[in-house]
């Protein structure tokens, strides 16, 4: 059974980039989509971006020229950097496994999710 | 602000039929998308719930998703106090290079 869980800073100051990484467990990273989204305390859900284990990606419009989505197949990981932060990337930041088959595209795993906070 | 609309709120109670709609357009649900559903439980992460009209494995059948034109919408029935959750639908839009999108999420009460 296929299990996510992210790390990173906790912690973020603004104008800096934040970090995050997924590890994959149980599982292996190829052959699949990954995905990072968002949630703002108290709001709604907020896609980020994804990416083949190949490397290709796709990401958010309004977020697109901030975000760079990597990944480590040695490693069975994925990361995200975000960069140039304010208070509003303040948010609860999850790492997903993105099924991507012919048009449909939904999420079928999901980690705990990891809390970043932007303050100085 | 969210490419989906659904309403904020909807309650019901024990035992009754419940639905949350899910309002799109002609780039998402209108071109053909599916629409999948995700529960919340409070401190939770979301959880899958129906991917277009099919239910993973341990979602009860009293969960279903339907689709029409450019909405679409998810039905609880015998409604249970477990099932009070926020609930999201999300399609993929086809404008500008395409994208996942998200509604702004449905706050489901068990009165």
């Known amino acids: 059974q296929v299990q996510l869980q992210e790390s990173g800073p906790g912690l973020v100051k603004p104008s800096e980039t934040l970090s995050l990484t997924c590890t994959v467990s149980?599982?292996?990273?190829?052959?699949?989509?990954w995905t990072w989204i968002r949630q703002p305390p108290g709001k709604g859900l907020e896609w980020i971006g994804y990416?083949?284990?190949?490397?290709?990606?796709n990401y958010n419009p309004p977020l697109k020229s901030r975000v760079t989505i990597s990944v480590d197949t040695s490693k069975n990981q994925f990361s995200l950097k975000l960069s140039s932060v304010t208070a509003a990337d303040t948010a609860v930041y999850y790492c997903?496994?993105?099924?991507?088959?012919?048009?449909?595209?939904?999420?079928?795993?999901w980690g705990k999710g990891t809390t970043v906070t932007v303050s100085s | 602000q969210f490419v989906l609309t659904q309403p904020p709120s909807v309650s019901g109670a024990p035992g009754q039929r419940v639905t949350i709609s899910c309002t799109g357009s002609?780039?998402?649900?209108?071109?053909?998308?599916?629409v999948h559903w995700y529960q919340q439980l409070p401190g939770t992460a979301p959880k899958l719930l129906i991917y277009?009209?099919n239910r993973p494995s341990g979602v009860p059948d009293r969960f279903s998703g339907s689709k029409s034109d450019t909405s679409a919408s998810l039905a609880i029935t015998g409604l249970q106090a477990e099932d009070e959750a926020d609930y999201y639908c999300?399609?993929?839009?086809?404008?500008?290079?395409?994208?996942?999108?998200f509604g702004g999420g449905t706050k489901l009460t068990v009165l």
């Open positions: 997903a496994r993105q099924v991507v088959v012919r048009g449909v595209y939904y999420m079928d795993v």
């Open positions: 149980g599982g292996s990273i190829s052959s699949y989509y």
């Open positions: 990416i083949y284990y190949s490397g290709s990606t």
């Open positions: 002609s780039s998402n649900i209108g071109a053909g998308y599916d």
């Open positions: 277009g009209h």
């Open positions: 999300q399609s993929y839009d086809s404008s500008l290079s395409g994208y996942v999108v």
